[in-house]
C-alpha cells in the first residue's frame, strides 16, 4: 500500500523555516549485489567488457565534474582516477582470470580496496563513499541499467532519498530542488547540515516517505516537519501563496533584527573574506559578527606584510561605515594549519597549540595584525571590535585584551569556545570588552567529538542541553558585567535555536548571510519572556533531540494560539 | 634506477585533490613511477595505493623510477610534492 492510498501525512524533522510544493522523484536504490555465477563469455571478453565500463564511467564522472565546477569538480576527479586506477584494473583482471564475470569481479575489486580504506580508519575511511559510488556506476554501465545518483530532470522537483550523501549532494542542482525529504538521518545528518548552510526547505527523518511515488505531487513544511502526501487543490494554492508572500518579504526592505516586545537584537554577518562584504549588506547584514581572516595568511609561507593586511581590512570595514565589525585575529591550527606558525605534527592538533596559544608562540603576528587594524580602523569610520580565538584561561583574557589596546585597538574581546572558558566567564569577562561564543567548537569541545569526523557527527548537535548551560553561563556572565555577548556558529543560523540563545543571554547573533532572513523572521514571532521560556525548557531536557522536541512544541502551541487568536479578530 | 626523498608540503597530505594531480601528473610523464612511504611501496599511477598510504603533511616519501628522462620527471615530481597544494 501506498502512502498516498492510506492518506496519511508524514512527520519529521523539519530544517528551518520553508515550504515547497510540488513533485516527488525517489533517488533510485542502489543496484544489488552482482551474483557469483561462473562467465559464460570467457575470461577475455569478460576483460575487455571491464576495461570498457571503467573507461566510460571515468569519462561520465569527469563530465560530470566539468558541468558541476568548484569543490564538487575536485571530488569527482577523484573518483573518475579511482575508475581508471591502475592497480584496481590489475585487480579486477585477475578476479576474471579465476572465472568470474565482469560484474563480480568489478564488484569485489573495488569492496576489498573500500576494505582497506574503512580498516585505516578516520578521513581515509570517509573516501569509501566515493568508492562505493564508482564502483555502482561502473556495474550499472556493465548491466545497462540507469546509473544510481540523484534524478536530474528537467523540471523542478522534490527530492526523496533514505539519506543523501556528500556526493550525492555536491550536484544537486539547487535551481531544480525545491526541497529534500529523508527517511532516515537526523538533524545533525549531511542532508540537514546542506539545507541549513544552503537554505533549502527540508524535512529528514519522515519513516514511510520511500513509499511515496514518482511525481506524486506533496506539500513538505519544515516549520512543522509534516510532509502532505495527498494536498488539495486548496492546499497546494495556499502553500504557493504563502512561499511567495515569504519571497516578498524576504526581498523588501529589512529591519534589523527584534523580538516582538521589541528587545534589540543584532543581526550579522560571518565573512571569509572582504568580497562577501556588500551581498551580506544587501540581506540586512547589521554589521559583521565574525570575520575570519585566516585567507590572507593561506596563501602565503609567511605572514603578509602590515601593509598587505591593512589595504584587506580598509577594504572590509568601508563596506559598513558606522556598523559593529568583529575581526577575528589569525586562528591557525587543527583544520587550518599554517606552517609559519606551527610546524610541529601533533597526535591531537584540536587540543593543540592553535588560536591564542599559536599566537602568542609567534607574538610578532599578532603584533602585525592588530597594528594593521587599528590603522585599518582608523582610516574608517566602521566600529571595529577585535577578538581572540580559542581563549581558554583568565590569563590569556588579560594578555591579548592589553595587548590589543596597546597597539591601539578601541574594543577588544576573547572567543567562548572552551568549555573552561564559559565556566569562568564571569572571571574572563571583567579582564575584557567582550565575549563571542563560537558554537562549533563550543559543542566539539563540551562532547569530546572531532567535528571533522563523520562517525561522529551525531554529537555535533548546538542544541544539546550541556552546551546550552555553557552558552547559559556567559550569558549570565555578560549580563551581570554589562559586557556584550554574541552567538557565531551554526547555531546562530538555526532559526529557534537563535530564539533559544537570545533567551540564555546572547546579545546578537552572526551567521551566513543566507540564513539571516529566517532568523530574523522567527526572532519577531517571540518575546524576550518566551525566548527565556524556551531557553529552560531546552536546559531541562537530557538530551540534543528532546531539547529541540520540546522547544518545537511549544513555539507550535504558541502559533496555533496566535492563529486562533486571528481567526476571532 | 634514479631516486628522490621528499616531504609533504601539502597542508593537509596527500588527500583527494592533490592526490588526483599528482596521479595525472604521473600518467602524464609516460614512465612506470613508484611511490614509497616507510616500507610500503605502490605504483604511483594509482590514487587508491596514493591515498592508502595516508601520507600526511611533513610525512617524508620517496619517488623512484626507469627511464630515459628519469631524472626530469622525478624533479617535476619531486617539485609537485613539495608544493603546498591547499594553498
Redesign the interface.
Known amino acids: 500500500m501506498s502512502a498516498t492510498d492510506s492518506g496519511l501525512n508524514l512527520q519529521g524533522v523539519g530544517i528551518g523555516r520553508g515550504l515547497a510544493v510540488g513533485p516527488i522523484l525517489r533517488m533510485p536504490d542502489p543496484l544489488p549485489e552482482p551474483a557469483d555465477a561462473a562467465s559464460s563469455l570467457g575470461a577475455d571478453a569478460e576483460k575487455v567488457r571491464a576495461a570498457g565500463a571503467l573507461a566510460a564511467t571515468a569519462a561520465d564522472i569527469r563530465l560530470r565534474g566539468e558541468r558541476a565546477g568548484g569543490a564538487a569538480k575536485?571530488?569527482l576527479?577523484?573518483s573518475?582516477?579511482?575508475a581508471e586506477?591502475?592497480?584496481?584494473r590489475d585487480d579486477v583482471n585477475a578476479r576474471i582470470g579465476t572465472g568470474k564475470t565482469a560484474e563480480r569481479a568489478v564488484f569485489e575489486a573495488f569492496a576489498s580496496?573500500r576494505d582497506?580504506?574503512v580498516a585505516?580508519g578516520g578521513?581515509?575511511g570517509e573516501?569509501a563513499t566515493?568508492?562505493d559510488d564508482v564502483s555502482q556506476r561502473v556495474v550499472a554501465h556493465l548491466q545497462g541499467v540507469a546509473a544510481p545518483g540523484v534524478p536530474t530532470p528537467d523540471y523542478p522537483f522534490i527530492l526523496v532519498a533514505r539519506d543523501l550523501a556528500p556526493a550525492d549532494t555536491a550536484l544537486l542542482d539547487l535551481d531544480k530542488v525545491l526541497a529534500l525529504i529523508t527517511s532516515d538521518g537526523g538533524p545533525t545528518s549531511h542532508t540537514a547540515i546542506l539545507a541549513r548552510e544552503k537554505s533549502i526547505v527540508a524535512v529528514v527523518g519522515a519513516a514511510g516517505a520511500l513509499q511515496l511515488d514518482d511525481d506524486q505531487i506533496v506539500v513538505v513544511d519544515a516549520t512543522s516537519g509534516v510532509v502532505n502526501v495527498s494536498p488539495t487543490d486548496e492546499d497546494q494554492a495556499t502553500a504557493k501563496e504563502t512561499i511567495a508572500a515569504r519571497a516578498a518579504a524576504a526581498h523588501a526592505p529589512v529591519g534589523p533584527g527584534k523580538l516582538a516586545d521589541g528587545t534589540s537584537v543584532p543581526l550579522l554577518a560571518n565573512l571569509g573574506s572582504a568580497d562577501g562584504a556588500l551581498p551580506a549588506v544587501e540581506k540586512g547584514a547589521e554589521g559583521v559578527g565574525l570575520f575570519r581572516t585566516e585567507f590572507l595568511f593561506?596563501?602565503?609561507?609567511k605572514a603578509p606584510t602590515v601593509e598587505e593586511q591593512q589595504a584587506k581590512y580598509t577594504q572590509l570595514l568601508e563596506a559598513f561605515p558606522g556598523k559593529k565589525v568583529v575581526v577575528r585575529a589569525l586562528d591557525a591550527g587543527a583544520d587550518?594549519?599554517?606552517?609559519f606558525l606551527n610546524?610541529e605534527?601533533e597526535e591531537n592538533p584540536a587540543l593543540g597549540l592553535r588560536g591564542i596559544r599559536a599566537l602568542r608562540a609567534n607574538e610578532p603576528i599578532l603584533r602585525d595584525q592588530l597594528t594593521a587594524l587599528a590603522n585599518a580602523d582608523a582610516a574608517t569610520d566602521a566600529d571595529l571590535w577585535v577578538m581572540a580565538p580559542m581563549v581558554s584561561t583568565v590569563e590569556e583574557s588579560r594578555y591579548f585584551t592589553k595587548l590589543a589596546k596597546e597597539l591601539g585597538i578601541k574594543t577588544a574581546g576573547v572567543m567562548i569556545e572552551v568549555p573552561a572558558a564559559a565556566l569562568l566567564a564571569d572571571r574572563i569577562l571583567p579582564e575584557t570588552d567582550f565575549a563571542s561564543i563560537g558554537t562549533n567548537d563550543l559543542t566539539q569541545y563540551t562532547l569530546a567529538a572531532d567535528r571533522l569526523l563523520g562517525s561522529v557527527s551525531s554529537f555535533q548537535d548546538p542544541w544539546h542541553p550541556a552546551v546550552l548551560r555553557l552558552v547559559g553561563e556567559v550569558g549570565k556572565a555578560g549580563a551581570v558585567l554589562d559586557k556584550p555577548v554574541g552567538i557565531c556558529g551554526e547555531a546562530a543560523a538555526d532559526p529557534l535555536l537563535a530564539v533559544v540563545l537570545v533567551g540564555l543571554g546572547a546579545n546578537t547573533l552572526s551567521m551566513s548571510p543566507a540564513a539571516l532572513a529566517d532568523v530574523r523572521a522567527e526572532l519577531a514571532r517571540f518575546t524576550l519572556d518566551q525566548a527565556k521560556e524556551f531557553a529552560e525548557l531546552a536546559l531541562s531536557a537530557n538530551s540534543a533531540v528532546e531539547a529541540r522536541a520540546a522547544v518545537v512544541n511549544a513555539a507550535n502551541a504558541f502559533t496555533t494560539s496566535i492563529s486562533t487568536i486571528t481567526e476571532t479578530d | 634506477m634514479a631516486d628522490r626523498s621528499v616531504t609533504i608540503a601539502s597542508a593537509h597530505g596527500l588527500h583527494a585533490r592533490p592526490a588526483s594531480l599528482f596521479v595525472q601528473a604521473v600518467t602524464n610523464s609516460g614512465l612506470s613511477v613508484e611511490l614509497s612511504k616507510g616500507d610500503k611501496k605502490i605504483n604511483a599511477a594509482s590514487i587508491l595505493g596514493v591515498i592508502s598510504l595516508g601520507i600526511q603533511h611533513g610525512d617524508e616519501v620517496t619517488l623512484s623510477t626507469v627511464g630515459d628522462n628519469a631524472e626530469t620527471v622525478l624533479d617535476d615530481l619531486s617539485a609537485f610534492l613539495g608544493t603546498d597544494h591547499d594553498a
Open positions: 575536485d571530488v576527479d577523484a573518475a582516477f579511482m586506477d591502475p592497480t584496481l580496496f582497506m580504506l585505516m578521513y581515509m573516501r566515493d568508492l593561506l596563501d602565503s609561507d587550518k594549519p599554517l606552517s610546524d605534527p
